[in-house]
């Protein structure tokens, strides 16, 4: 997300924090290459315009003139306006009586009906009693589609062949009522372009309705011209907000930063794969972080927590404390770490030189590592993982002829994994004071 953008703003940070002291050109040029590298992005040139205006007024005053490190100082404030221009956090509301309706609307292709899946796979982790309704009797197989998704997240799914559209949402309404749902989900219709066809078949659901959210579905992926959808569809239907999808993908991004400002409508998730639990709630912060390179640690916690299972976990920490570590533990690691998502979404999520240090190492061959070592994990026998001393070098050639690798790789592997159990023992002997000694 945003690999290009974050790459090119880091070159202008870097530059900028070489330097004591700012000179009001030093500025211009700086914000010259920022303003290269956000329209390059296919940000809005009058969000652009704008943005850098503001950032200029603010860097070339007393802010950044009296900083101790003025080139952090500029980084500081394209942060805070970048946050700015993305707006507000706006949280899905769910307000009023039950059973609450959430519309998805949006254009043909947008990831409407996989949105709505993983909506309702959210709102239950909320503890939700969610209906999905399947509202598109035009495209082919959407409505099973949509059933697939339910029966993958245990979500019942409402369909009533021959209905049109309007009245099929107020027979799902009524179903909703009658079986106790809190919300229900519309996976309404798109079009490959926008019409008054379309126009008014939403606008007669959303009368049957009243929606506590309508939300607009945009694949950011088309760039600027989701500006143009989300202004069309914002003048048929009053919308609450944006999910845009296909975040993980080769987009510029732009469209992101420029949508609040030009349309007035948050953005409230984005939609980082095709995985149904790849739906991220927006943070204005955190989004501005990852773009300047900063990383979003309280988002990789979040992915942690909800990977790892608590009490393996707890059950894994008190063994460590007692100095125990096995193959077992580590294999166990690896293959909760898989659990986050991909890996080149949790290193946009890595801070500081850390995180620059391994976006500089591809993705694809960090998977293939993860891999490897657990091929040659599971290529031991239980009693072997258990106790390691077992392997003597007969034991190794089988190890690797059965994850087929290298003996090398075999000993490589064992040489890391004394390191983490020497540190662990460190840590448990020590209180962690003795830390500092493993990294001099």
Same mark, same amino acid.
């Not at 959210?213 to 992926?221: C, H, R, S």
């Not at 999808?245 to 510029?252: N, Q, Y």
């Given at each position: 997300m945003f690999e290009t953008l974050t790459g090119r703003l880091n070159q202008v940070f870097n530059e900028l924090r070489r330097r004591g002291k700012l000179s009001e050109a030093d500025v211009d040029a700086a914000l010259h290459e920022v303003r290269l590298a956000l329209l390059e992005a296919d940000v809005h040139y009058s969000v652009v315009k704008d943005f850098i205006s503001r950032v200029r007024e603010r860097a070339v005053?007393?802010?950044?003139?009296?900083?101790?490190?003025?080139?952090?100082?500029?980084?500081?404030?394209? $942060?805070?306006?970048?946050?700015? %221009?993305?707006?507000? =956090?706006?949280?899905?509301?769910?307000n009023g009586p039950k059973p609450r309706p959430i519309m998805l609307v949006g254009l043909q292709g947008s990831g409407k009906t996989t949105a709505a899946g993983k909506l309702a796979r959210e709102l239950r982790g909320r503890g939700e009693r969610v209906l999905l309704v399947a509202a598109d009797p035009y495209r082919p197989a959407a409505v099973q589609q949509l059933r697939t998704l339910g029966e993958q997240l245990d979500v019942p799914v409402f369909y009533q062949e021959g209905l049109p559209p309007p009245e099929l949402a107020r027979h799902a309404l009524d179903k909703a009522r009658d079986g106790g749902y809190s919300v229900l989900v519309f996976d309404t219709a798109g079009r490959s372009q926008l019409d008054e066809t379309l126009m008014e078949e939403l606008r007669a +659901?959303?009368?049957? %309705?009243?929606?506590?959210?309508?939300?607009?579905?945009? &694949?950011?992926?088309i760039g600027q011209e989701a500006l143009h959808v989300a202004e069309g569809f914002q003048k048929a239907v009053p919308l609450t907000?944006?999910? !845009? %999808?296909?975040?993980?993908? &080769?987009?510029?991004g732009g469209a992101a930063i420029s949508i609040r400002s030009v349309t007035g409508v948050p953005i409230k998730y984005l939609g980082t794969g095709e995985k149904l639990d790849a739906l991220e709630a927006f943070h204005p912060e955190r989004l501005a972080s990852r773009i300047l390179g900063m990383g979003d640690v309280l988002g990789l916690i979040e992915k942690a927590e909800a990977a790892f299972d608590e009490q393996q976990v707890q059950k894994q920490a008190e063994r460590l404390t007692r100095g125990e570590f096995?193959?077992? &533990?580590? +294999?166990?690691?690896?293959?909760? @770490?898989?659990?986050?998502?991909?890996?080149?979404?949790?290193?946009? !999520?890595? =801070?500081?030189?850390?995180?620059?240090?391994?976006? $500089?190492?591809?993705?694809?061959?960090?998977?293939?590592?993860?891999?490897?070592?657990?091929?040659? +994990?599971? @290529?031991?026998?239980?009693?072997?993982?258990? $106790?390691?001393?077992?392997? $003597?070098?007969?034991?190794?050639?089988?190890?690797? @002829?059965? @994850?087929?690798s290298q003996v090398q790789e075999v000993n490589r592997l064992m040489k890391q994994f004394r390191e983490m159990q020497r540190l662990f023992k460190t840590v448990q002997r020590t209180g962690g004071r003795g830390l500092s000694g493993l990294f001099g």
């Open positions: 005053g007393a802010e950044v003139s009296k900083a101790l490190n003025p080139g952090q100082q500029v980084v500081k404030i394209v $942060n805070d306006e970048l946050v700015a %221009t993305l707006g507000d =956090p706006a949280p899905l509301s769910l +659901i959303a009368a049957y %309705t009243s929606p506590v959210e309508t939300l607009l579905v945009v &694949d950011a992926m907000g944006l999910i !845009m %999808t296909k975040m993980d993908g &080769d987009a510029r096995t193959l077992e &533990d580590l +294999i166990e690691m690896l293959r909760s @770490s898989k659990k986050m998502g991909p890996m080149s979404q949790l290193v946009d !999520m890595l =801070p500081g030189e850390v995180g620059r240090a391994a976006r $500089n190492v591809s993705p694809q061959d960090m998977d293939r590592q993860f891999k490897r070592l657990e091929a040659i +994990i599971c @290529s031991m026998t239980p009693a072997e993982r258990q $106790n390691p001393d077992l392997l $003597n070098a007969s034991r190794r050639r089988r190890i690797a @002829s059965g @994850s087929g």
